[in-house]
């Protein structure tokens, strides 16, 4: 089975601009997480989607949003980007089935390294 | 506020010795905990995992030691070696997959 897969893999914007991330997840997940990851604050939760609904949230500005399509695909939009947006950020898929079931195993992408200058 | 809690920030240790990497949490409605493993460039990679009606789980050098009235779980990687060098990460998540990530520690082993 193919792993997860992000693209692009590396980004350089500057200030003011938005931005879209896009994930894959394994064939058969259904669940869609996003992280950020910075030096400073580790792995910060953004999203998780499911059945293309937002599902749960992390406590992050309106500037981020996302969606998931209906082939579980999802989409990490960032917009107005700010100096502090730099920073890895990574989706993870999951075999979950509905809300309120045992957590399972989380598989990560490799990333999306997002340089705002 | 965080969720998790992790320590050491970093840990060096001899080849062929015991790496000891802990975690801490409060929330009782935590389901699972995983632990990751990650190399520069890379995103984040499932290592082992436990859930809190077991004490402990072993996978090769790889081990978790859980303490549900004690909050507290940590991994063992024992015989480390210097292909082990890498940041890891302890997580939990409440029912749902919703995840929260410890702060992650820094290992060199030195060969």
């Known amino acids: 089975k193919a792993g997860v897969t992000q693209t692009p893999r590396y980004l350089i914007k500057t200030r003011g601009q938005q931005v879209t991330l896009s994930c894959s997840p394994i064939?058969?997940?259904?669940?869609v997480s996003w992280y950020q990851q910075t030096p400073g604050q580790g792995l910060q939760f953004l999203f998780e989607y499911f059945s293309e609904t937002q599902r749960n949230k992390g406590n992050f500005p309106g500037r981020f949003s996302g969606r998931q399509f209906s082939n579980s695909r999802s989409e990490m939009n960032v917009s107005t980007l700010e100096l502090g947006d730099s920073a890895l950020y990574l989706c993870a898929s999951s075999l979950s089935k509905v809300q309120g079931e045992v957590s399972n195993e989380q598989f990560f992408g490799p990333g999306t390294r997002l340089t705002v200058l | 506020q965080q969720q998790v809690k992790q320590s050491p920030q970093s840990l060096i240790v001899q080849k062929g010795g015991i790496s000891i990497i802990n975690c801490a949490y409060e929330?009782?409605?935590?389901?699972?905990f995983p632990w990751y493993q990650q190399f520069p460039g890379k995103g984040p990679a499932l290592l082992i995992a436990i859930r809190p009606d077991v004490s402990e789980k072993k996978e090769g050098r790889f081990t978790i030691s859980f303490n549900k009235s004690a909050k507290q779980f940590s991994l063992h990687i024992m015989d480390s070696q210097p292909g082990d060098s890498a940041t890891y990460f302890c997580a939990a998540s409440i029912p749902g997959n919703q995840f929260y990530f410890g702060t992650g520690t820094s290992l060199t082993v030195i060969p």
């Open positions: 929330n009782t409605a935590f389901d699972y």
């Open positions: 064939s058969g997940h259904r669940s």
